[in-house]
């Protein structure tokens, strides 16, 4: 008697980006990729850089006003981030 070990492609991957840890990295990427969906055309179109190093996302913003407001912001835009991207990839948001 055989036994079922089939799974969904989304399983095989999410358990092969786990196990190579790449998981983490996609995810960060994913985090870059939807900040303009996250903050909306203003605020993207204001941001000049953006990297993530040690659970930090840091962003380079092109307006001091906008940078000052966003900084006054952080613990929004955090939880909007976690909200949006699933996942506790970020601990911290500097706006340079």
Do not use: C
């Not at 786990?18 to 179109?45: C, D, F, V, Y």
């Not at 941001?47 to 906008?66: E, G, R, W």
């Amino acid at each position: 008697m055989k036994h079922d070990r089939t799974q969904s492609l989304r399983e095989a991957i999410g358990k092969y980006l786990k196990e190579e840890k790449l998981e983490r990295k996609l995810n960060e990427h994913k985090l870059i990729g939807m900040w303009q969906e996250l903050m909306g055309p203003t605020i993207a179109s204001r941001t000049a850089q953006m990297f993530i190093k040690k659970k930090t996302l840091y962003v380079n913003m092109n307006s001091a006003p906008l940078k000052q407001e966003l900084n006054m912001s952080k613990a929004k835009v955090l939880k909007l981030i976690h909200k949006k991207v699933g996942v506790d990839i970020i601990d911290d948001v500097k706006f340079l």
